[in-house]
């Protein structure tokens, strides 16, 4: 039967990954037998086939065989997931020797080799899916701020801010669980239809600040050692002076990552709004190399190098040591949450419900302590029931959702029907038929975008109309970021951002 080769192969990839040890295959083969429900009888001979690179195709006809025998509830996509990573629980290491492996790597060889060689056994185990990711679209734009990462992410389907919004508010029942998709519960547990296996996962326990967190890698990475750090409790996302203390702490212990987290509030927060984490990686974005348009000092913060950031959002960066860098980005905090300026549209509340937020992202660099805090308010009005500081309805054909800690970096996560949609479009704008666009429900929404910018490409050749559209995503997502901006770049704008720096 095929379905016992595949168990020999999936046992010869875990062997050349080192998930196992020889001694180890017999226990792991006769629990892949109880898995599957075989009496082993007919065990495919050895075979001298090399291992494959990773185990997503074996998996695949695992639990293909599994539905066709009826060991799944129903043969749907998610009941096949859940039996794949039944599968690769059975090589996962125990939490303890996961802990111990890290912390021995991380005295013995250091920061970097301690997390790369984590990251790595995430890879291994398929708990970080790669070679769904490896299908995500993936390239660069030139914009006036540097270059911008633009994904077409083709493993998740899009969210609407409104639903997000709602989730955040939703109260837990008592009988969830794990409450979420962040808490610390959800290792190693089996999932089901609402709720993915999570078998597989290992997460590694930090203290930040005196508190209890735990580090774990994204199943679905967006760049390079994509990490989430959770808090130990299932609570709110929440900005305060203690958050600051927590990021500026974890890049203190592993200094070639960065450490971020997504504003607080509805609309211009993160799509987890109900458990407070942070997320993080080894990767340098735009915002990162943004130079600086005005620098200046505060007294009280005499070590502390304060600079407006050339960013399409309203971003400072905060330098110096450890402390000085934590008070002065709490005073930033204390007094955007309570400042208001009419003048451009800014209210720091409406009755009880707060607007004003922060985006923070921190680094080591150089020696010293770098913060970045990217100013944020979610007010809604009659003419902008999206947000006055959210992404434009004329460019919501290309993103609608929030522009969360990620899109803040500079890199755009967009919606996974945009690959079809844009080769549609053109292969329409290849033969000089794009106004067919309107005639097509599918593509009405992209009509006017594309006529906002084909006269600028007069005479193209039909085998540029891709890279044409490519570009225009990276720009559009730029003018999207500027959109989020709550001092804009304009002489107002740019006066109003003084008249908030005079006031810190």
Known sequence: MPVYKNIEELLAYALK??????????????????????????????????????????????????????LLPMDTATYREIFETAAMAIFTKRPDEVIKNFFDALKKS?????????????????????????????????TPYGNMDITINLSKPEKDPKEIALHGKMPISDGAYPKCLLCKENEGFAGNLNHPARQNLRLRPLKLNGGKWYFQYSPYVYYNEHCIVLSEQHRPMKITAETFKNLLDFVEMFPHYFLGSNADLPVVGGS???????????????????????????????????????????????????????????????????????AVNIRHATGKTQHNTITPVARFKNGKYE??????????????????????????????????????LGMAILPGRLKTEMAQIAALMAKGEQEKMAELSSLAQHYNWVNSFIDNYKGFKPAQAEEILLREMGRTFAASLADCGVFKHDAAGKAAFLRFINKL
């Open 17 to 70: 990954n080192k998930l196992i040890q020889p001694c180890d295959v017999t226990r792991a083969r006769n629990a892949l037998f109880e898995l599957l429900n075989l009496d082993g009888a007919r065990r495919a001979p050895a075979h001298n086939a090399p291992p494959p690179q990773d185990p997503s195709e074996i998996l695949a006809d695992i639990s293909f065989y599994a539905a066709q025998e009826g």
């Open 110 to 142: 250091g920061a970097k080799k301690a997390t790369g060689g984590f990251y790595k056994y995430c890879q291994k185990l398929y708990y970080i899916k790669t070679d769904r990711v490896a299908k995500n679209l993936r390239w660069k734009t030139a």
């Open 272 to 342: 987890i709004l109900n458990h407070d984490h942070y997320q993080g990686g080894r990767y340098a974005f735009a915002l990162e190399k943004a130079g600086s348009v005005k620098n200046f000092k505060i007294k009280k913060f005499a070590g502390v190098s304060f600079d407006i950031l050339r960013w399409p959002m309203s971003a400072l960066r905060l330098r110096g040591n450890k402390k000085s860098v934590a008070a002065a980005a709490a005073r930033v905090l204390a007094v955007w949450q309570k400042y208001d300026d009419i």
């Open 371 to 408: 913060m970045d805090l990217v100013l944020r308010n979610n007010r809604a009005d009659d003419k902008h029931p999206w947000g006055i500081f959210h992404t434009r309805p004329q460019r919501h054909n290309i993103k609608r959702e929030n522009i969360g800690l990620i899109e803040v």
